[in-house]
């Protein structure tokens, strides 16, 4: 059978056994000592046990890159390249940009245009020296909603009062460290996030809040460049193939760790080679620690298969990159075109703190024609009982 989520992976943005605090309104959070040492404590997670969402059902969208404009005037009005007052440079030459000089807290909404369709060019794009954390969450909501509605997780940490931010808080215990490497030589951890979604998490914005010294890098791979590199042949046996996405595993690991459920878990098909509606470009769609198994495959064949895939995006370091966070470093990516990893190598028990946004964008299609259509893969759902 093909892989699922292990069970004893550390997820600094669940519920863990130290996160024993109360709010004054009864929610969970950290510790006491852990929240005296943060430094954004508006920012830190909280769960409300008596917190319930619906389910999210189909709903169609429009990416702001699709307005943009193809030179990025708007937000490169010199182009990309060094000039006096920004630079924009590549991280490796099919993955990742870097940008110095321009406050994302500023921009237009015509310039956001652009920055939609350059995310998606890049799949990653690094801005430097924000002054984004300073406007509380509230301001991070504001910016991250111009782009579409923002994704509220089922089981994460959120500040009180803002469930669009993906609180990660690895808190100063010794007991957190210990847990990481209790069953696992390694914290790598390929996903892209909530991959379950029916309509897929698209832009995603990610900040650090209190980083400490060296640790805690994020890892990045191109599933565009991943699918080009296959053969002619093999991109043709792809074709058509459908991969069924589930957070199951991921509610269970929660509620055994004490934490709560806001929504109750869910499972989508999506095809295993998608199309981005800005750049068009196909894409693999598919990670290990969501993706269940290849619905047209029987369980030795996809077991074949899926190792292959896995193999081949997570461990070709010539279509990945690695992201050091430093102090008001904000990333943005694509969370179709890319998966990424975390890497939880810390040596001392020291805060981490971070925060994510996610756009919600289409549900996923194998083929433009399809995109924003509600009864995409009906006769699959039909056929899986699902
Ligand atoms: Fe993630």
Redesign the pocket.
Known sequence: MAPVADTDKYDASQFQKSHVGRTKSGSYTVSKHNRELALYPEYLPTWNPHQKFPAYTFAEYHDKGLLADPELKNLFPGGLGTHDDYSVKRITPRLGSEVHGIQLSQLSDAAKNDLARFVAERGVVVFKNQDFNDGGPQSAVDFARYFGSLYKHATSGSPEGYPELHVCFRGASEEEIAGVFANRTNSISW?S?CSYALNALQLTLFSCLQIPEAGGDTLFASTVEAYNRLSPAMKERLEGLHVLHSSIEQARNNRDAGGITRREPEANIHPLVRVNPVTKQKHLYLNKEFGRRIVELKEDELDYLLSFLYDHVEKAQDLQLRIRWEENTVVLWNNSTTI?S?CVDFDEPVIRHAY?ISVMGERPVGDLQYLNDPDYLKEKYEQLGI
């Open positions: 996903h996030d990424h975390p994510r």
